[in-house]
């Protein structure tokens, strides 16, 4: 049976996504474990501020789907700062 994590995964592989960034937490790790198993490369940061702005690079960069993960709670609001970047430079971004 699959779960929303298998759909979370599959969807983001199907929108050609192959890297996404972030920090791994109790609420994120499901998701990030799956995404690695539909091969989508997971690259850890030390801070959810240079996750987002690593997957703006690298949206900008590639023209693909940038794509940022972060924890619940306090490490939502963190991503404000790179969550404006998209909306100065036209590139796809996903948080």
Same mark, same amino acid.
């Given at each position: 049976m699959k779960t929303v994590s298998d759909?979370?995964?599959?969807?983001?592989?199907?929108?050609? $996504?192959?890297?996404?960034?972030?920090?791994?937490?109790?609420?994120?790790?499901? $998701?990030v474990l799956k995404m690695v198993d539909y091969g989508i490369e997971f690259i850890p940061g030390r801070h959810e501020s240079s996750s987002g702005f690593e997957a703006a690079g690298y949206a900008l960069k590639t023209g693909k789907l940038g794509v940022a993960f972060g924890t619940s709670g306090p490490g939502v609001p963190i991503f404000s700062p790179p969550q404006h970047m998209p909306r100065r430079i036209i590139f796809p971004y996903f948080l």
């Amino acid at each position: 049976m699959k779960t929303v994590s298998d759909y979370m995964a599959e969807a983001l592989r199907n929108l050609g $996504v192959t890297h996404s960034f972030g920090i791994i937490g109790k609420s994120i790790c499901p $998701v990030v474990l799956k995404m690695v198993d539909y091969g989508i490369e997971f690259i850890p940061g030390r801070h959810e501020s240079s996750s987002g702005f690593e997957a703006a690079g690298y949206a900008l960069k590639t023209g693909k789907l940038g794509v940022a993960f972060g924890t619940s709670g306090p490490g939502v609001p963190i991503f404000s700062p790179p969550q404006h970047m998209p909306r100065r430079i036209i590139f796809p971004y996903f948080l």
